[in-house]
Structure formats: structure tokens, C-alpha cells
């Protein structure tokens, strides 16, 4: 009898061996660009700089990738790892008394992890029972948009804050700071893309500046003074500034509908970028070879990563797909050749000119890997979430 149900499972596909495979498939949940700020009301007063709003749906996505089907399975705990793949945490959107310090020391960037940490509540106490399931972790790589990362004790805080036990080091939580790019099995790339941008591109081997004051400073790219020192000032002016893809066509459009504000926004940014670029600053590092590129990158009209992550896959025959953020663009791309391009989006609001996507989106999406007998499946997937009785209105 025993032979007999051994025989019916090898002709219908099972065996000890897939049991086995079975047994070792794991998952890989990658997330980017959700801009968790200062929280909705921040220093007494509603927070024009806070673009997340997805709290409750956030806390369901975690609750149910660490419970019933990805909790435990019949050969133990179902191994998951959360990947935040960069710009989760907005420190660059956390003013401290109403301003946007640009010198950005390790006590200022722990001031910003703190204000960030109680805007969110629940979503850091979602993150933590998620590490608290066994087989579960959590991996974080840093973006543009949270920089500062590069501070230990910035590190430190968000692993204690998310670690079950609230250890540092910890087994279940993890910052990576020295690499900008991390390969799992099965030949998926993952990188944030900011990287393949002149404007946003980060100091990987010196990631801090010493400068006139007494601590180090954060060696950001142009991209983040901009944001800082620009689109933060006007954003109270015009809440959709930095939500709206390409920003090109915005200025085009903005030109015939909306012209004062518009002009401003232009003399502005050319005012900034020529005193930046060109003056020195001990607090920042300028090349003129990295000056050039921008400006070739800035007038490309829809520049997106597309062709950076087609040339990452031709790099490497191992590499059969590349994920990326940063663009706020979702993406899920299959090549002839059967390689594959996934960028996540974002959980922010988001307004499209091109005409390929034109309109508000609201996606949530994320990719899902899933790993076994060392090759992977890619998808990129939309959170719906549950229904609640009601929620804030979103626009």
C-alpha cells in the first residue's frame, strides 16, 4: 500500500525531493518609496510635509505576510523577509521648528528619527510584531530620502524600535549602509535607483563630511538640498509639487495655468542650483563633471530607469531581474529573453502627465519573490487592504 501511494505521488508530481523544496521556499516582500514623516499633526500643528496615509493598510500588509499562509507550514516557520528597498523614512520631509536644517549632523538626524517614529505609531509597532514571528525579519537599504541612515546611532534607534526584544545588534533587523545594492538567490538584483541619477546619487565610501561644527556632517547629493531648501518652501503653496511626474511637463503646463508660481519655481531652482554648484560650501561637495551630467540627465523629458536596468541585466547572465523604487513609477516588465524589470512605485500620492499613465494614482504596490530550490519568481503585486468604516479623504 505504502508503494502503491509512493507511485501515485511520483505520477502526480510529488515526492520526498519536492517535499523537501516545499519545505525550504521562502519569500521576499520588497517595499520603497512610502515617505513616512513627522506624522500628520507635528510641533502643535497639522504637517503639510507628511505624504503617507496608508497607515492601517500598512499594518494589515505586514499582519498578513507573517500570519496564516506565511505564518507556519507544515515543515515549521515560513521564512519571509521584509526588504525596504530605500525612501521608507522621509527625513528630508521632518522640519524642527519649522525649518529644514541643511547641515544635517548625527543629533539633528536623531531628532528627525524620533519625530518620524512618533508620527507612525502603529506602523512601528506593526514592523516590530512582524520581526517577532519566527521566520520573519527585516532588512532596510538606504535611498535619497533617508540619508541618514549613515548615522550609527540613527541605526541603532530604528533597530531597537523594531527588534522584538529591543536589541542592538539585532538577528531580526537589519541596515544596510555600506553598499548600495543587494543580490538574492536566483540572480534578482535589488537596488534603489537612485544611484543611476546625478542628482541623487550618494557617497557610499564617505557618506559624512567633517565641517565647521563639531560634528560630522551628511554628504547628500543636490537632490536633497533642493528638496530642503526648494520644494519644501513651496510646498505649503502648492501641497502637489513634489508628487507630480515629470517635473518637466509640470513647469510646461504650470507656464500656461499656473504662471507666477511657475516663474517663481524656475528662477528659484536656477538661483539655487547656480549658488550651490558653483560656491563652495564646506557642507557640501561639488564637481563640475558631476554639474554636467545633471544637466544632461534634466533635459531628458521622461527620463526614467528603464534602460538603466536593461543594461544591468545584459551586464551579468546571472542577473534574470532587477527591481528598483525611487521612480515612483510602478513597473513589472518581461523581456523577449525572458528577463524581467520590476520598479515597486510608491504608497504616496502620485499625479502622472505622461500620457501613458496620465492621472492620480494611489497603488500600493510591492514586489513579491519568491525563492525555491534556488530559482525565483518575480511579481509585482497591489496591496488592497481590508475595508474600514471610513478614512481620511486622500484627494
Known sequence: MADLEVKVKSFLGYSPLSAIMEAVDHFKIVISDCHLSAGRVFEGRLNPHEDFGFDSEMCELFEYFSTGAYGSGPHGPVQVELFINGDYLDFLNVPLQGEFEDAITETVAVQKVEAILAGHPAVMK?????????????????GNHDADLFFPKVRERIIKEWDPEGCFPSEKVKIIADRDRVRFEGGVEVHHGNQFEAVHVLNFEQPLLSSFLDEPVLNLPWGSFYVLKIINRLKPEREFIDKVRPMKLFVVYGLLFDT??????????????????????????????VTAKILKQETNFLLDLEREARQLLDSEKEIQTVIFGHTHKPMNKVYPDGKQYINTGTWTKMINLDLRNIGQQFCLTFAFVRISDGKANCELRQWMGETIPHKNFRG
Open 126 to 142: 506593526a514592523l516590530k510584531k512582524f520581526a517577532s514571528q519566527p521566520g520573519k525579519t527585516i532588512t532596510y537599504m538606504i
Open 260 to 289: 507666477l508660481f511657475t516663474l517663481r519655481f524656475c528662477f528659484l531652482s536656477l538661483f539655487y542650483f547656480l549658488k550651490t554648484r558653483f560656491i563652495y560650501n564646506p557642507r557640501r561637495k561639488s564637481s563640475l563633471k
